[in-house]
């Protein structure tokens, strides 16, 4: 579910100067892509919803 | 494609002196040498160290004494393993200027020790970021079935290889289905072991929660042979399994008789071409299966995989994504920055999806041992394609590629892409897939299957 409120250039910008990545403004464009694409990716689990008691293995064991 | 000998023909060759290591890799080098132009799957070859452990093999087979059992044969990896005096360069012009790797990767080590003999580095997607190995810096690995299509990604050189006959055995790496891609689609072998099974030390890793290393051949007996002889405990790596090994070679052909066997269904058979459903039908055919099998979520788990990667790549690459974007291949950049904005709520959600999902499908293996479904939804898409059409549906080939093989190596289930050739048409893989450390049953069925439809 995309929020439709998010200003999703702005955020791109906004992180990333936070995480002090010079984004040439050529690149701004695709990156903002990829990162919609990832939002929607992520909304899959976002979404779901997870047994509380369900924690992330500290040592992945298969 | 399969006529020349596999790995395992060759070394029995070299150890009851019909064969020379010297004149097999003389002639592996020759053949490089003379398709590499065309084909660019190999980055580097180390001709004079590879014709000096060719003589010390074939000193030592002149002796009487057992080289190994690979005695010279010839091997190549994916160019993000470490080779002692080499630089590792993962596919990257970044990592060019890097100093030369100390001592080589665990897996080469062990493989070299067996008798086998390196010949090269692989091209691959830059920092395997991708399913196709189109990579800006060191060109397109072709498909060799057909030189206008792609090799898929991101082990496309070790597909390649081994596809075109220049190598009996190469190894790759798998994230998302780096090895199984190619090998479908190349019409190999790709074996993507248990997560933590083999030894990742010595490798540039990508998404340390999902790599795996593994081998691709022409044979089961091969991919079995580089199995057992790689696997073991390696304190350089830290996710390694310190489970007694399980050797699969003496394993082969126990048959699959009492096998619970079936096909996956719901999310497995949708989003792909007829063709990728019907090599898994022939499979299913060729072992008598008629069971289907639900592994429900899989949509879900493939985009917590995505999103691990996308979060951990990322990471990895920070300091290099701060310093030397310009340096980065335009196809995985704008890539790499999205996913170091990823927040860690998404993150972490992702990892506590995959205990989850792990837990459903532990349940599903009580039901049954193996599992079958596809490895690519198509064959190979063309070079530079950026979109394929699939159920009348227009969607971006890089992404999708790994449609199927996200999911499952997303909880670390080994998994062998097996090939399925048709005459006339270009080859495809089915996945053959099992619960955690049970390789040795994937090897088992993958051998029935290779009497039945090679």
């Known amino acids: 579910m995309t929020d439709k409120k998010i200003d999703w250039t702005d955020y791109v910008k906004q992180t990333a100067q936070l995480l002090k990545l010079n984004l040439d403004p050529e690149h701004l464009p695709g990156v903002v892509d990829n990162f919609t694409k990832i939002e929607e990716i992520a909304s899959l689990i976002t979404e779901f919803d997870l047994p509380e008691e369900i924690e992330a293995a500290p040592k992945f064991e298969p | ?454």
């Not at chain 2, 020379?20 to 180390?46: G, M, W, Y």
């Not at chain 2, 091969?222 to 310190?242: F, L």
Request: with cysteine; net charge neutral.
């Open chain 2, 1 to 454: 494609m399969n006529t020349q000998p596999d790995a395992v023909a060759i070394s029995n060759a070299v150890i009851k002196g019909d064969l020379k290591a010297q004149d097999i890799v003389s002639s592996c080098i020759e053949a490089i040498a003379k398709r590499n132009p065309e084909l660019n799957c190999f980055t580097a070859t180390f001709t004079e160290r590879a014709i000096s452990q060719a003589e010390q093999i074939d000193f030592q087979a002149a002796k009487g004494n057992h080289p190994g059992i690979f005695a010279g044969v010839p091997f190549a990896v994916k160019n993000l393993f470490d080779v002692a005096r080499v630089t590792t360069l993962a596919g990257s012009k970044i990592n060019s200027k890097n100093p030369p790797a100390a001592e080589d990767a665990t897996a080469i080590a062990r493989l070299k020790q067996a008798g086998a003999i390196l010949v090269g580095t692989l091209n691959m997607d830059e920092y395997a970021y991708g399913f196709v190995t189109e990579n800006s810096h060191y060109g397109v690995t072709v498909n060799p079935h057909d030189k206008t299509r792609i090799s898929g990604g991101s082990s496309g050189g070790s597909a390649a290889a081994v596809a075109a006959g220049l190598v009996p055995i190469t190894l790759g790496s798998d994230t998302n289905g780096s090895i199984r891609v190619p090998a479908a689609l190349c019409g190999v072998y790709g074996f993507k072991p248990t997560y933590g099974d083999l030894s990742r030390a010595g490798t540039f890793l990508f998404s340390s929660s999902l790599d795996c290393i593994g081998p691709f051949a022409r044979s089961v007996r091969d991919i079995a042979a580089v199995y057992d002889v790689i696997h073991g405990y390696d304190d350089r790596d830290p996710i390694c399994s310190k489970r007694s090994p399980e050797m699969c070679l003496p394993e082969l052909y126990k048959g699959i008789e009492g096998l619970r066997i079936a096909v996956a269904d719901e999310y497995f058979t949708t989003g792909a071409e007829p063709e990728a459903l019907e090599a898994v039908e022939i499979v299913a055919q060729a072992l008598g299966v008629q069971q289907r099998v639900s592994l429900p979520e899989s949509h879900r788990a493939r985009a917590a995989a995505y999103i691990i990667t996308a979060a951990e790549g990322a990471n990895l690459h920070l300091q290099r994504l701060r310093s030397r974007l310009e340096d980065f291949d335009p196809a995985t950049r704008d890539r790499f920055l999205a996913g170091a904005l990823i927040p860690a709520s998404w993150y972490a959600q992702a990892q506590r999806f995959r205990r989850w999902y792990r837990d459903l499908l532990r349940e599903v293996f009580q039901q049954v041992d193996i599992i079958l479904a596809p490895t690519t939804p198509c064959v190979a898409p063309p070079i530079g394609q950026k979109t394929i059409v699939i159920a009348g549906e227009e969607i971006p080939v890089r992404p999708n590629l790994g449609r199927f093989t996200q999911p499952l190596s997303f909880i670390g289930l080994p998994v062998l892409s097996f090939p399925v050739k048709l005459p006339g048409k270009l080859p495809l893989g089915v996945q053959i897939v099992a619960a955690p450390y049970n390789e040795v049953l994937i090897l088992r069925v993958a051998k029935a299957l290779e009497k039945q439809l090679d």
